[in-house]
């Protein structure tokens, strides 16, 4: 990042990168019945500059090439804002300002699709257990993010995130009747209990 923004100061003033990449895994079961697998994977820039006094702004989510983000960017700049401000240098924080903000957990980026499976099984079966013949469409999501911010002043951050989710809908058909209930429960930590989701399920039908 920072070999990349030492890049970009060589065709404009300052610049600013950030960059955000996302790792999402859902496991699908439709009518009691594990459906699909996904993994969708995605990463995306952004560059800000500041050249002759003007805002230039590119992105990417592709394989574009960084070359190509700072011509835009320098290109975009000749019509852009005037600059009343510049990008923030790096901040000293004494120890007792340091506090680190929990959003990630290492138990959610480590679980595996097995796991994940096991868990929709769990889940299905637990309410089967209350009547068979109810049909249980449900999804276990893990999503992991990686967030890092560069600029030529010396300003920096980076964090991981992570999210775990448990969704559910039941379907119960009796004659021509038809009951349709959701629920669902999110956490940045490996700690859902699958209870939480069934129960609430239970109570309704």
Same mark, same amino acid.
């Given at each position: 990042?920072?070999?990349?923004?030492?890049? !970009?100061?060589? =065709?404009?003033? @300052?610049?600013?990168? #950030?960059?955000?990449?996302? /790792? $999402?895994?859902?496991?699908?079961? +439709?009518?009691?019945?594990?459906?699909?697998?996904?993994?969708?994977?995605?990463?995306?820039?952004?560059?800000?500059?500041?050249?002759?006094?003007?805002?230039?702004?590119?992105?990417?989510?592709?394989?574009?090439?960084?070359?190509?983000?700072?011509?835009?960017?320098? !290109?975009?700049? =000749?019509?852009? @804002?005037?600059?009343? #401000?510049?990008?923030?240098? /790096? $901040?000293?924080?004494?120890?007792? +300002?340091?506090?680190?903000?929990?959003?990630?957990?290492?138990?959610?980026?480590?679980?595996?699709?097995?796991?994940?499976?096991?868990?929709?099984?769990?889940?299905?079966?637990?309410?089967?257990?209350?009547?068979?013949?109810?049909?249980?469409?449900?999804?276990?999501?893990?999503?992991?993010?990686?967030?890092?911010?560069?600029?030529?002043?010396?300003?920096?951050?980076?964090?991981?995130?992570?999210?775990?989710?448990?969704?559910?809908?039941?379907?119960?058909?009796?004659?021509?009747?038809?009951?349709?209930?959701?629920?669902?429960?999110?956490?940045?930590?490996?700690?859902?209990?699958?209870?939480?989701?069934?129960?609430?399920?239970?109570?309704?039908?």
């Amino acid at each position: 990042m920072e070999k990349l923004l030492q890049q !970009a100061c060589k =065709e404009v003033d @300052s610049a600013e990168l #950030f960059r955000a990449k996302s /790792k $999402i895994i859902p496991v699908n079961f +439709e009518v009691n019945r594990l459906k699909s697998i996904d993994i969708s994977e995605s990463e995306g820039k952004a560059l800000r500059v500041i050249n002759k006094g003007r805002i230039g702004f590119s992105s990417s989510t592709g394989s574009e090439g960084f070359d190509s983000m700072v011509e835009k960017a320098a !290109a975009t700049s =000749e019509f852009g @804002s005037e600059a009343s #401000f510049d990008f923030p240098g /790096k $901040i000293k924080r004494g120890r007792k +300002e340091k506090k680190n903000i929990n959003i990630y957990d290492g138990k959610v980026a480590n679980k595996g699709i097995e796991e994940m499976i096991k868990v929709g099984e769990g889940i299905i079966e637990k309410v089967k257990d209350f009547n068979r013949k109810l049909r249980c469409d449900v999804t276990i999501v893990k999503d992991c993010n990686e967030i890092e911010y560069f600029n030529s002043r010396g300003g920096n951050f980076s964090y991981s995130k992570t999210a775990i989710a448990y969704s559910m809908m039941v379907q119960q058909i009796e004659n021509q009747d038809m009951l349709m209930i959701y629920s669902s429960i999110e956490s940045g930590k490996d700690n859902l209990e699958l209870e939480e989701l069934t129960s609430e399920i239970i109570v309704n039908l």
